[in-house]
């Protein structure tokens, strides 16, 4: 069992930043990666990032590639998602992920993830 606990979310205005951070604890040894999905009002979830734990590999959704990043830090068993030039349009509550060992789905479906956080709201004003 993993469990995950995010912070960081909050209402800012267009164009600013804001960085997700996302706790793990439990079977951190079973975990092939971690990623952030996200779902805005009246909308499925949809992927944002993955960052693989070991080789350190980045993925991401078209619309947030070149303004957010996403890294890890193993020794805290930390995974921030850095989010700059924020829109209106992301919006949405913010869920940690964490896709274990031997998953066969792809980094960028959820059915990959088996453990989730409580999520975080990010509010980008205009």
């Known amino acids: 069992q993993v469990q995950l606990v995010e912070s960081g979310g909050g209402l800012v205005q267009a164009g600013d930043s804001l960085r997700l951070s996302c706790a793990a604890s439990g079977r951190i040894f079973s975990l092939n990666s971690m990623g952030w999905f996200r779902r805005a009002p009246g909308k499925e979830r949809e992927f944002v990032a993955a960052i693989n734990r070991s080789s350190g590999s980045t993925f991401y959704a078209d619309s947030v590639k070149g303004r957010f990043t996403i890294s890890r830090d193993n020794a805290k068993n930390t995974v921030y998602l850095q989010m700059n030039s924020l829109k209106p349009e992301d919006t949405a509550i913010y869920y940690c992920?964490?896709?274990?060992?031997?998953?066969?789905?792809?980094?960028?479906?959820?059915?990959?993830?088996?453990?989730w956080g409580q999520g975080t709201q990010v509010t980008v004003s205009s």
């Open positions: 992920a964490a896709r274990p060992l031997g998953s066969s789905a792809s980094y960028y479906s959820d059915r990959g993830y088996a453990s």
